[in-house]
Structure formats: C-alpha cells, structure tokens
C-alpha cells in the first residue's frame, strides 16, 4: 500500500470513529420534554381526580381532555416559540448581510483581528480572511457563526417543532388513559404503565445525550412520581371537602 493510500485510509478511519450526534436539530428538545410533560401532567391529572373518588368514566373523559389540550397547546406554543426565534435569527442576519454588502473591507478587517485575537498570527489571520470574504455567503456564514454563534444553513424548523411536540405530549398522555380505555376501573394499571413509560422515556433519552440510563430513568420515574402523589392526595382533600 502506497503512503497515499495508507494517509486515505487512515483519514477515512478517523472520519468513521470521530462523528458527533446531531444536537442542533429542531425535533429533539421539543419531542423529549413533550413526551416528558404529557406522561406527567395528564398523569398528575387522572391521579388527581381519582383521588376525589369518581366514576372512571370520568377519569377517561378527564384524560382524554387533558390529552387534547395539552397536545394542542404544546404545539402552539411550540410553533410560536421556534418562529420568534427563527425569525430573530434572520433579522440578526439580513443586518450582517447588509453590513458585509456595505462595509466588505471592515467586515474583513473584523474576521481577521477575531482569529488574531485565537492566537493566529496577524499575517496568517488577514490572508485567511481575505480569502474567506471572496464568496459573499461565505463570508456570511462564517461570521454568523463567529458573532452571533449560529449557523444560518441549519435554523430550526417551527414545523417540525410543533408536529414533534404534538406527537410527542399526546403519546406521552395517552399511557395514563390507556388501561381506563382497555376497562380498568382502578387507578394502579395506569399509575404503573405511566411509571414505567416516564422510566424508559427517561433510560432512551440517556441513549442521546449520553447519560447514565438508569439515572436518567429513575429521576423521571421520581419526578413523575411526586406529582402524581401530590395531585392525588389534594383531590383526595378536595374530593372530600366538596362531597
């Protein structure tokens, strides 16, 4: 095998065991604490009225309502959130756009002091900047990520935001309901179901971020626990104060 070969594949070995996870993408966050929330609230919100001793019609109805609106806000909030942000992002932009349509040599001079002040030696820093301001996007693009620590090719989607935080509260709200849908009539079919959900929603999500999963799962399993205990003993309270 020739030198060339060899620096090829070696390259191409550390190109395979030197990759990073996607953690820019605009599905993550909203889907993780989506899923988190609707296992939790509606959880929280069946428990709560069970706990005030009524029908488990009622609880179905109480699930599957709280299942919808929090899914639909969820979304919302959301959609309305990713956009806000999105569209700040572009407005910070358009102004570097216009300041590098204007002012090129400042924007360049701006590029080379920044490396300068890394450590680049001065010379190096202009050339580099010099050569880099060349194609306008470029020079966009970089500098976006250099001043304002984003990359304008890889802005979140208010879309995808919102259909995956849809997706995920209702599917996450949906296990508290599910065993009153399949004919429980008491609360610990779905109080286990929604435990066990809140602990491997908690062991996948260490799959991403590369924490322990089963710390991850316990303190999920912990906090959708105190809620559910605490909403039930306050319907319990209120249950009786009412009756």
């Known amino acids: 095998m020739s030198i060339i070969e060899t620096e090829a594949a070696l390259h191409e070995a550390h190109r395979d065991n030197h990759t990073h996870r996607d953690v820019?993408?605009?599905w993550l966050r909203p889907a993780v604490f989506g899923a988190m929330d609707g296992l939790v609230s509606n959880l929280a919100l069946i428990t709560g009225v069970a706990g005030g001793a009524v029908a488990p019609g009622t609880?179905?109805?109480t699930g599957l309502a709280g299942l919808a609106a929090g899914a639909f806000s969820m979304a919302a909030g959301e959609y309305t959130s990713v956009a806000s942000q999105r569209e700040l992002v572009e407005a910070e932009l358009d102004v570097e756009r216009r300041e590098l349509r204007k002012h090129p040599k400042d924007e360049e001079k701006e590029l080379a002091e920044l490396y300068v002040s890394r450590g680049v030696e001065p010379g190096l820093a202009h050339?580099?900047?010099?050569?880099l301001s060349k194609d306008p996007e470029q020079a966009l693009e970089i500098h976006a990520r250099e001043e304002l620590g984003i990359d304008p090719g890889d802005l979140p989607s208010p879309t995808v935001a919102a259909v995956s935080s849809f997706g995920s509260f209702a599917l996450g709200a949906l296990l508290p309901v599910l065993p009153y849908l399949l004919g429980a009539t008491t609360l610990w079919p779905a109080l286990v179901l929604a435990l066990l959900g809140l602990f491997l929603c908690g062991?996948?999500?260490?799959?991403v971020t590369a924490r322990s999963w089963w710390f991850s799962g316990l303190r999920q399993l912990a906090l959708g626990g105190a809620a559910a205990g605490v909403t039930y003993v306050l319907g319990n309270l209120f249950g009786t104060a009412l009756g």
């Open 24 to 26: 820019n993408g605009g």
């Open 59 to 61: 609880i179905v109805l």
């Open 127 to 131: 050339e580099v900047a010099r050569q």
């Open 203 to 207: 062991a996948v999500v260490a799959k």
